[in-house]
């Protein structure tokens, strides 16, 4: 039977490791994007935890002890380019927990990146496609100069594509945080073509290495002494069926 001094210590503890729960709970999930969930976690995590009052020194100190490892192994989270760009790609959070302003800008500014050689390549796929289908012109002079008079179109006209669909995302209203980020992108991929590329590449990431580790156990599970001559195409086969819901 515990005392109510040991009673009092675990409801301090509980108050502690309760928000340690949920986060974990939360990023280990492999039914729904969980690599732009890990910085608006960590933000609402430290903000559960920081302010707490705790009485019983055991709490405190594992309170102490838990602030110092967040700080230690996540405290630069922000600047893990995949992650930031998938949490500024989700419509569900975009910058809003971002405490670093340079790692944010520089989330950013890669996407504009990525945005940019999207647009090279389709300009160079366009272009092979023209000269195929010109045929030879007569000299001019001015023919270099009018080379460099359609990249400097080009380049501005791309430059301008980049800087629209930025804006047109970021300043549109935050997407509701029970709705499926990948869902969004759908609706928005007529408007914004080239951050939807973008955003699907990087919002299908996973989080943490449980969602890997679970298939590694059905695995285990399905292959074992009974049934140890199984081929891979039919273990495959056999693990894409037990991921469909029940």
Not at 40 to 53: D, M
Not at 166 to 182: A, D, F
Not at 200 to 215: A, I, Q
């Amino acid at each position: 039977m515990l005392t109510a001094s040991e009673l009092s210590i675990l409801s301090s503890v509980l108050q502690v490791l309760r928000p340690i729960e949920a986060a974990t709970k939360e990023v280990s999930a492999d039914k729904y994007c969980t690599s732009s969930k890990v910085i608006p976690l960590i933000y609402c995590l430290l903000l559960k935890i920081k302010p707490l009052k705790l009485e019983e020194s055991l709490a405190k100190e594992l309170q102490s002890v838990i602030l110092k490892e967040i700080d230690k192994r996540i405290g630069v989270i922000e600047r893990v380019t995949s992650l930031a760009i998938a949490t500024i790609l989700d419509p569900r959070f975009k910058k809003m927990h971002f405490t670093d302003p340079i790692a944010c800008s520089s989330a950013v500014a890669k996407v504009k990146e990525f945005m940019k050689a999207t647009i090279q390549n389709e300009d160079v796929e366009s272009d092979s496609s023209d000269h195929s289908d010109k045929p030879e012109d007569n000299f001019s002079l001015w023919d270099d100069h009018h080379k460099l008079v359609h990249k400097s179109w080009k380049t501005a006209k791309s430059d301008d594509a980049i800087s629209d669909e930025l804006s047109i995302y970021l300043r549109s209203p935050v997407g509701r945080l029970n709705e499926n980020s990948l869902e969004i992108w759908n609706d928005l991929k007529i408007q914004l073509p080239k951050l939807h590329t973008i955003a699907y590449k990087y919002l299908t990431m996973v989080g943490t290495s449980v969602p890997s580790e679970r298939l590694f156990s059905k695995a285990a599970q399905i292959v074992n002494q009974q049934r140890n001559r199984l081929k891979g195409k039919r273990l495959n086969k056999l693990l894409f069926l037990q991921s469909l819901p029940k």
